[in-house]
């Protein structure tokens, strides 16, 4: 069986790239995000990509990185607000947005890696999101027709993962990680700790190893949008 | 005197029950977790995957893996879960979400919400507001009664792009609280008002058509 332990990003992005390229990007705002092989897709230099991913990162970090480099043609996201760069490419129409409603967007993902050509939801019935799809009524409401989504490569970050590519993420940075790792031609994961395999519980591998194609075990610099504290009491 | 933005959270934070699971959006509605009562259990989700949230960190607690649907980093409580984005709309859009409290830009007399595009101007997106206002149960919007020119924030019809078509129950604003009958044919009825608000001042503020049906105060 082919190793799917690779030593860093770089090679483990060997080959797999091409201007054009449809990538997934896992992260919810910059929590969950797979820094390594972000920092490799810019350093491969391919161009023209179309990133489906919730958010487009912050100005200098994460996909704002591949926004920096004008490496990306177009975004698929539900929320675009914390990156000037990217609003400076939309707003001069060198960049292509689509937005989806957050949770449209995660089931697109979901069904397209699950072989589901689509799917009816309430979600945007009367929007402008529901403009030139297909509504239909069930039970006496109505739907729209959304399709399912698929890329060529598909990049996440869990927490840890052993060779035959079984991941487990750490709270709140599992967002859109298990389905995109479904909805790639390819998919790699960069985890934080790779542990032999037989070490992880079967009964809790959030992603099977079947999903995944290439693993990495990354750096990280987990960097924080809004921290936010409170203050202890005097004691 | 007009609710202030802790009023208003206190008086949304009087739409929750017992046993609620609840979905807070960012601005004022993150504030309405100040004022659970302490004898009343409730739920909250944060749709990029969490339920059962807790209290901000201290400096020394700081978890980056762990934060809420603003971004804002945030701690977990014994009853917490941690799920993918797929499961986290399926209970939003599944109906398993009992009240969703968001704020707004526009909302007409039934129901229309308009909250994440103003055309002309940078859309951020809009998130996962258009799958909370489709699926969760109860939607309740807090809002400043008019914008900050001054014009009608409570339409007749909505100018701005929709977030969803007769999705909102109740409208609490700085000036006062509106009950709309989303599925039904029932006017919206204007049924409490600030302290020290007149039922003129509302009006001349108002563009929605509404009918006064005021509750004693409580």
Known sequence: MADKLLPDAQSALAGLTFDGMVVMSGGFGLCGIPENLILALRESGVKGITVISNNAGVDGFGLGLLLETRQIAKMVSSYVGENKEFERQYLSGELQLEFNPQGTLAERIRAGGAGIAGFYTKTGVGTLVAEGKETRSFHGEDYVLETGLVADLSIVKAWKGDAEGNLVYRKTARNFNPMMATAGKICIAEVEEIVPVGALDPDQIHTPGIFVDRIVKGSFEKRIEQRTVRKREAA | ?218
């Open chain 2, 1 to 218: 005197m007009p609710w202030t933005r802790d009023q208003l959270a206190q008086r949304a934070a009087r739409e929750l029950r017992d046993g609620f699971y609840v979905n807070l959006g960012i601005g004022i509605p993150t504030l309405v977790a100040n004022y659970i009562p302490d004898d009343m259990e409730v739920t909250l989700q944060s749709e990029n995957g969490m339920l059962g949230m807790g209290p901000f960190p201290y400096d020394d607690e700081i978890d980056p893996d762990l934060i809420n649907a603003g971004k804002q980093t945030i701690t977990a409580l014994p009853k917490s879960s941690f799920f993918s984005s797929a499961d986290s709309f399926a209970m939003i859009r599944g109906g398993h979400i009992a009240l969703s409290i968001l704020g707004a830009m526009e909302v007409s007399e039934r129901g229309d919400l308009a909250n994440w595009m103003v055309p002309g101007k940078m859309v951020k997106g809009m998130g996962g507001a258009m799958d909370l206002v489709a699926g969760v149960k109860r939607v309740v919007i807090v809002m400043e009664h008019t914008a900050r020119d001054g014009a009608p924030k409570l339409l007749h019809a909505c100018s701005l792009p929709l977030t969803g078509v007769r999705v909102v129950d109740l409208v609490i604003t700085d000036l006062g609280v509106f009950e709309i009958d989303k599925a039904g044919d029932r006017p919206m009825a204007l049924i409490e008002l600030a302290d020290g608000v007149s039922l003129d001042e509302i009006r001349a503020k108002t563009e929605a058509a509404f009918e006064p049906r005021l509750r004693q105060a409580a």
